[in-house]
């Protein structure tokens, strides 16, 4: 048995997750990357402890993913949309200045499978990031819901409950 496969034997069976849209323009009732995210993470055991929609402004989407990193329910938070180059596009800066550790491994395979198996050169305009804050893994991705899909499928479902075991081994 390889230390990969060993190590996902050893992760907890289910991870608390928290949502966050981050968007301008959507609520509530208009939100698809939201609601992608629960579905999915449900469907692959994890629980959904919430979800908001925070406009695309630096300080409250700092505030908001701080607020959730040191909730003692919430172990993961997963944060949808504001990842781009616009000037409103505030999520990369603001999920960066909080991380502890960074996984820069996260963008950096995003990117390669964006640009590869969806969207081409363009992929090097996303700005997913991942990382740590204290216990609490962060996940950073696109708004599109294809980017969701890439994202979770690929790369958050099939790792989240090795990264917890990580953190936890860490802690």
Known sequence: MTSVEEH?????????????????????????GGPLIQ???EEAGYTVIGRTIVKDDYEDIRELVYKNSVHSGIEAVLLTG??????????????????DKSLPGFGEIFRLLSFTEDIGSAAMLSRAIAGTIGSTAVFSMPGSTGAIKLAMERLILPELRHVMREIYKRS
């Open 8 to 32: 996902r034997r050893e992760a907890p069976d289910s991870v608390a997750c928290y949502i966050i849209t981050v968007s301008d323009t959507r609520t509530m009732e208009t939100d698809t």
């Open 39 to 41: 579905n999915m993470l």
């Open 82 to 99: 504001g990842t781009g180059i616009s000037p409103r596009d505030t999520t990369y800066e603001a999920v960066a200045s909080l991380l």
